[in-house]
């Protein structure tokens, strides 16, 4: 073999190599998106995982192949909110409520993107807006008074058992009843009333949602649909969110 062939044959073994990495690096990406969302089980078969592709891609109105493809690797690489898509069977609705009308947040942490003036103003606002809709009252606490939703800010790992991962991809997480938490990634870049960054009010109003009992929604115009869709100016809630929430708690009286 001469030289000018063996640097050739070195050549193509290194693609087919970089070929492999890239495409088990893909692989266990899909996988644990999969597991993550719970649409599969961890330790699947192969025909469980195409089976869950398939329903990823029926769900999100992509073209359903049961193929990782190239579509349902771009909408995967959305940015979007950390609760999972898939409730495990043994949540059954009522079970997850609160059982009081009237409900507390605290603001615990900040973050130190926007003044705090600034992120009350958008916590309230997006409280109010569930508010509306409702026989239930938000009124905020401080200090040592304990409260239904906790609000913080952390980056990456913060000891629940869900990491956040860096700027994109997940957004937020929050806790249903009666825990409550809203957790912010504050490796994001936070913003109010801006579309060049992450909204603030429009992530909190769907993470109410989940402090409320609320799952995710495959309508895409609801505000609980999981996927992040940019920023929206006046944002409100949705028909579907609306049917929602009034399902658990009632309809607003006056
Ligand atoms: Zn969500
Ligand atoms: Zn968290």
Redesign the pocket.
């Known amino acids: 073999m001469n030289l000018r062939m063996l640097v050739f044959v070195t050549f193509l073994s290194l693609v087919t190599v970089l070929h492999s990495m890239m495409l088990s690096t893909g692989q266990k990406d899909l996988v644990e998106y999969l597991v993550q969302y719970r649409y599969l089980q961890p330790n699947a078969t192969d025909a469980q995982l195409q089976r869950a592709i398939r329903f990823f891609q029926q769900k999100f109105n992509l073209t359903v192949t049961g193929i990782f493809t190239q579509e349902t690797r771009n909408f995967m690489n959305k940015s979007r909110c950390g609760f999972p898509d898939i409730l495990p069977e043994e949540y059954s609705l009522y079970d997850i409520k609160w059982d009081k009308k009237d409900l507390t947040f605290k603001i615990e942490s900040f973050t130190n993107q926007l003044t705090q003036d600034q992120q009350r103003t958008e916590f309230k606002r997006a409280f109010d807006e569930w508010e509306r809709q409702t026989q239930l009252t938000f009124t905020e606490v401080s200090g040592t008074t304990e409260a239904n939703f906790k609000i913080n800010f952390?980056k990456k790992a913060?000891n629940?058992g869900?990491d956040f991962d860096g700027p994109s991809g997940v957004l937020a997480?929050a806790f249903y009843p009666r825990t409550g938490?809203i957790?912010f990634d504050d490796d994001e870049d936070w913003g109010v009333n801006v579309s060049s960054k992450t909204d603030l009010y429009g992530v909190m109003l769907h993470e109410i949602g989940h402090a409320l009992g609320i799952e995710h929604s495959d309508d895409s115009s609801a505000v609980m649909y999981p996927m992040y869709r940019g920023y929206v100016k006046d944002l409100k809630l949705h028909q579907d969110d609306i049917a929602g929430i009034q399902e658990l708690y009632g309809k607003y009286q006056s």
């Open positions: 952390y913060h629940d869900s997480h938490d957790h």
